[in-house]
């Protein structure tokens, strides 16, 4: 009985200290950071590529392998305000009526990909993305 009582005293005393400290977990890079690079959808949702850079732009294509061939779908810009995204086309898909040029998304944005939920967008060809993950390219 001695021995179940001085070996409950060691689980308790190590359950208490004697292990790794801990300290603050650090914060993650805002997504404006995060987001930067390139995604894109894996079939069965299609093979469209997107690319956010630096400098606030946005291009959308069919494929990874058209990113720098023109047309594109859409040119335009995005911008962050924590989880929502704004993008704003202003070249291809959704710029006819100028209702349409803008659509707002939260984003969850990890190391593997980036997933939309959309907030506010009338036009449904970028409406599309609701409730999609994009894979990270770069």
């Not at 208490?16 to 801990?22: I, K, L, N, R, V």
């Not at 805002?30 to 997107?50: F, S």
């Amino acid at each position: 009985m001695r021995s179940l009582s001085i070996a409950a005293c060691f689980v308790v005393f190590g359950a208490c200290g004697g292990g790794p400290s801990h300290g603050v977990v650090p914060l993650k890079a805002p997504n404006e950071e995060l987001i930067l690079g390139e995604y894109e959808r894996h079939p069965p949702d299609g093979t469209t590529a997107i690319r956010f850079r630096a400098d606030g732009s946005v291009r959308l294509a069919k494929s990874k392998a058209l990113l720098d061939s023109e047309p594109a779908l859409a040119v335009g810009t995005w911008k962050t305000d924590g989880a929502k995204l704004t993008l704003t086309y202003e070249q291809g898909a959704c710029t006819e009526a100028p209702g349409d040029k803008t659509g707002v998304y939260t984003v969850v944005v990890s190391k593997i990909g980036i997933h939309f939920t959309k907030v506010d967008d009338s036009c449904a060809r970028r409406a599309a993305i609701d409730g999609q993950t994009w894979w990270r390219l770069k």
